[in-house]
């Protein structure tokens, strides 16, 4: 498979909410955006998509300064358009949080998409195998024994994990790789992929875009989640809950072979 970089996939991404947002009806109303400490949500016209905060972005008061607006009143359309702005971070900010929720909140639920969560899949592919998850879910602990040899790459690693550095020494080995979601936000996704084109990839968790272009990018499946009760998720990401915590999210998984 042809290696595509950072601002390739992203613009792929950004491409995929476009043709969402084309055939969606154009409403007045301003998107709105609400934060909390792990995550942001952005709505608008009854639609909501979720992503993480990366660690160290700063608050903002105006949670839409830095998003290519292009001095209209925020819509979903156009902060999805800004993501391939934000393919190489230079510094923690909002600014791809905000993009990426957007393009969560456009893009639809595919009707292929099972509901399972992302661990379980990772379990159901990676039984016996050498397996590498990128990002400390908090579920690596409790599936950790099932695989052959069992790694966690984190940019801010807990005991036991190893650092983002360590990933030229394990993932070309690895016969499974689960990636955070977040990897589309900090830059790293082009990276982790080129160095594990043989193993089964899955993307999961709140930032996870339903894209198809993923699939093309090197990604066999896409856990992310559809919005059951957009008020309790408002008040879930307000209140400051993580992911695991939140209500009103359903988890799903697509897989690219189930594209129709």
């Known amino acids: 498979m042809h290696h595509l970089d950072q601002l390739t996939i992203l613009q792929a991404i950004a491409a995929d909410a476009a043709q969402a947002a084309h055939e969606l009806t154009p409403h007045p109303e301003p998107a709105r955006s609400v934060s909390g400490s792990h995550l942001l949500a952005v709505f608008q016209n009854g639609r909501l998509g979720l992503a993480s905060r990366l660690h160290g972005a700063s608050d903002n008061t105006e949670l839409f300064d830095g998003a290519a ?7 979903l359309a156009n902060l999805a358009a800004s ?3 934000h393919a190489s971070l230079t510094q923690p900010s909002l ?5 990426l929720a957007a393009v969560n909140a456009l ?3 595919p009707k292929t998409a099972a509901p399972l969560k ?9 039984a016996g195998k050498d397996a590498v998850v990128v990002g400390h879910f908090p579920f690596v602990e409790k599936i950790a024994g099932e695989f052959r040899s069992f790694h966690v790459l984190e940019l801010r690693p807990k005991p036991g994990d190893l650092p983002a550095e360590a990933a030229e020494e394990v993932l070309p080995g690895a016969g499974v790789v689960a990636l955070t979601g977040t990897t589309l ?3 790293t996704l082009s990276g982790i992929l080129a160095l594990c084109p043989d193993a089964f990839v899955l993307l999961l968790g709140p930032s996870t875009p339903f894209a ?11 856990a992310g989640n559809a919005i059951a009760d957009a008020e309790a ?9 993580p992911y695991r915590k939140l209500k009103g999210v359903e988890s799903l998984t697509w897989l690219a072979g189930d594209m129709g």
């Open 69 to 75: 607006t292009t001095g209209s009143p925020p819509s």
């Open 83 to 85: 993501l391939p702005e």
């Open 95 to 99: 600014g791809p949080s905000l993009a």
């Open 107 to 109: 893009l639809p639920v």
């Open 118 to 126: 992302g661990q379980d899949l990772l379990l159901e592919h990676g």
């Open 185 to 187: 936000l900090n830059g």
């Open 212 to 222: 198809p272009s993923l699939f093309e990018a090197g990604v066999d499946a896409i």
């Open 233 to 241: 998720v408002i008040a879930g990401v307000a209140a400051g809950l």
